[in-house]
């Protein structure tokens, strides 16, 4: 089935296809470590982790690269400012390589206390200097960069093709009112990929450089992590909607001008979360709703959180509230007592999936990663008068999309997982009609203590 994804690049949906057949590079920009996780970020990582898992149900590969901002990242996003991680360490009298350890660590179990797959490979931002170094160098050989007193910069004027995802209008843009305007840059969107040391002091992160001790600017890490890991040119590119006018932007700028290539295919941003009254989290508040002071502290399971990111589209913007928790809350536990109740109706039973259902969730959730739909025909399948068995089985293969550990409700009762591995594979050579492959898993199966019974419309598995 087709799957169509909304790419910010072309500004509308588009048939994804990825540049290699069955495999997919994705590469989701991840946390500065320098305090907590708000949930607004978490609503992020929820976006992309159904969209990894959505990538997944529809057979493909994933390679997933996140990246940790340990270095670089200033308060301003356009290099003015100070430096985050310095700022942090300050706050709590740490050395900033103890601060982004610390919240790296925090930001792992978020990761998992939501039950978000871990990218199969994770990068920090200062691990990668040499590559961040070189990348600056193949720039300034043709000619893109130009040197002030406190930086090696990025000429955007020289790269054509620079508002492509952000479709601003250059003349109208001003630079960043908050922070003050840096009069050695040509141009108001320049960036900096290389910062030098205040000649004065020395910073807790410094490197040395062909253009002196200094540190990457923090677009350049992406670029230069993305092509190491995945290649010029790639699939998918995800982050927040901020992203998109300076560090998606930027980092397009950075990578086509130095490869001369496409980078990533597709772009994808999730919206915000908006506190109810109408005010965007951001750290730079001071307050945050964090996993742990919103949810784990007053004994609500984080999944919730999870379940009720799946009640807005990820491109609205999604309004949190106690009401929108409690109903989120209530939702949740409805779902798992409907799914509780058809695994004590027939214990140690595996059956098919009902095809005509995954048929209507996969079109929902390759419309774009329709998750309010897909609950609705999650709610119309559990209503339907299809037989309970079936039932379990649909609902346990829609939760490898949603993530809510729907399997681990009655673990005792589930099959051991290479049974369920042998099962699923038989019921896959069944659709297929491949009658040989299908008594084969049979023989395999009963190898392992079950009994595989066919019926018209299912198949049931039982121990012996
Ligand atoms: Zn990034």
Redesign the pocket.
């Known amino acids: 089935m087709k799957l169509n994804l909304y790419n910010s690049l072309k500004r509308n949906k588009q048939e994804f296809k990825p540049i290699k057949t069955g495999a997919v590079g994705l590469y989701t ?1 991840g946390p500065t470590v320098y305090n907590f996780a708000h949930i607004g970020n978490l609503r992020t990582y929820i976006f992309e982790d159904i969209l990894k898992r959505v990538l997944i149900y529809n057979d493909y590969t994933v390679r997933h690269v996140m ?1 940790i901002t340990d270095v670089g990242h200033l308060t301003g996003d356009r290099d003015m400012g100070e430096d985050k991680m310095e700022k942090g360490a300050a706050r709590e009298g740490k050395s900033a390589w103890d601060i982004a350890d610390f919240y790296a660590r925090a930001f792992k179990k978020d990761i998992a206390d939501l039950n978000i797959l871990e990218p199969d490979i994770w990068v920090k931002a200062t691990d990668t200097i040499p590559e961040q170094i070189d990348l600056v160098k193949a720039l300034e050989k043709k000619g893109f960069t130009y040197r002030t007193a406190d930086g090696i910069y990025f000429d955007t004027s020289k790269f054509k093709a620079y508002t492509k995802l952000s479709h601003q209008n250059l003349e109208a843009l001003q630079e960043g009112a908050r922070v003050e305007r840096n009069p050695e840059k040509r141009n108001p969107t320049d960036f900096a990929l290389w910062k030098l040391s205040p000649p004065s002091s020395s910073r807790q992160m410094e490197w040395d450089s062909p253009w002196g001790v200094g540190f990457p600017g923090w677009h350049l890490e ?1 670029s230069a992590m993305s092509m190491k890991f995945l290649g010029d040119q790639q699939d998918i590119h995800c ?1 927040g909607t901020d ?1 998109i006018d300076v ?1 998606h932007t930027n ?1 397009i700028a950075q990578s086509e001008a130095a490869t001369g290539k496409p980078f990533f295919n597709f772009w994808m941003h999730g919206a915000f979360l908006i506190i109810q009254g109408g005010k965007k989290m951001a750290k730079s508040e001071g307050n945050f709703l964090t996993l742990e002071n919103a949810f784990l502290n007053n004994s609500i399971n984080p999944l919730v959180f999870r379940f009720a990111s799946f009640l807005t589209h990820y491109r609205k913007p999604m309004e949190y509230g106690d009401e929108g928790v409690e109903a989120a809350r209530n939702g949740l536990r409805h779902l798992q007592n409907q799914v509780r109740q058809l695994s004590a109706a027939d214990a140690e039973v595996s059956d098919f999936i009902h095809i005509d259902f995954k048929n209507k969730f996969l079109e929902t959730i390759n419309d774009d990663l329709n998750m309010p739909r897909a609950m609705a025909v999650i709610q119309e399948m559990l209503k339907s008068d299809i037989r309970d068995t079936e039932k379990r089985a649909t609902i346990l293969d829609f939760d490898r999309v949603l993530g809510l550990k729907l399997d681990q409700l009655d673990k005792e009762r589930a099959l051991p997982d290479a049974v369920q591995k042998l099962v699923d594979a038989r019921i896959k050579a069944r659709e297929a009609k491949d009658f040989a492959a299908s008594d084969e898993l049979r023989a395999e199966i009963e190898m392992l203590g079950y009994q595989v019974q066919d019926a018209k419309d299912g198949m049931k598995v039982v121990k012996k």
């Open positions: 920009c990246n992406c982050g992203h560090h980092e």
